[in-house]
């Protein structure tokens, strides 16, 4: 594990992580759900994963507001996969926003063939986001 310093905390970036992994953990079972026509169950479940997705964004706009970053200290090959993995993340998961909202909208409006199209490109960059969100806390501050 990493030292942090004085302006530093690493209870955000592990409740963080926390958040992202479970909202990976919902949409995978909310995919399953619809996949076995569970529909209220999984309008249940993906109303989690929003949420908890939800909660990230604010725990992670505190955090980076409130303490100063970790810088990355791995080099070579990995320092490279980091970055790129850190940059589609960011970019995926800035992108995703309007487009989740799109289709709880949708879905709300039981518009259900037009909530499915979005769905079908959205999930796989959400599950994205979500499982790499963990993979950087990982790479961040607890290997080394």
Sequence with gaps: ?????????????????IL??????LLFIGLILILK???EAHEKVMKAAFGVSAAFLVSYLYYHYTYES???QG?????????IMLTSH????TLNVPFIL???YLAHKKRFKEH????????????????????VYFMLYIWR
Excluded: D, H
């Design 1 to 17: 594990m990493i030292e942090l310093g004085p302006n530093q905390n690493f209870f955000f970036p592990t409740l963080n992580s």
């Design 20 to 25: 992202n992994g479970s909202a990976g953990v």
């Design 37 to 39: 026509g569970k529909k």
């Design 70 to 72: 970790v810088k990355y």
């Design 75 to 83: 080099t070579g090959n990995i320092r490279t996969f980091y970055f």
């Design 90 to 93: 960011i970019i995926l998961a």
């Design 102 to 104: 799109r289709m709880l």
């Design 116 to 135: 499915a199209k979005i769905a079908r490109w959205v999930w796989p960059s959400w599950m994205y986001v979500s499982v790499t969100g963990v993979l």
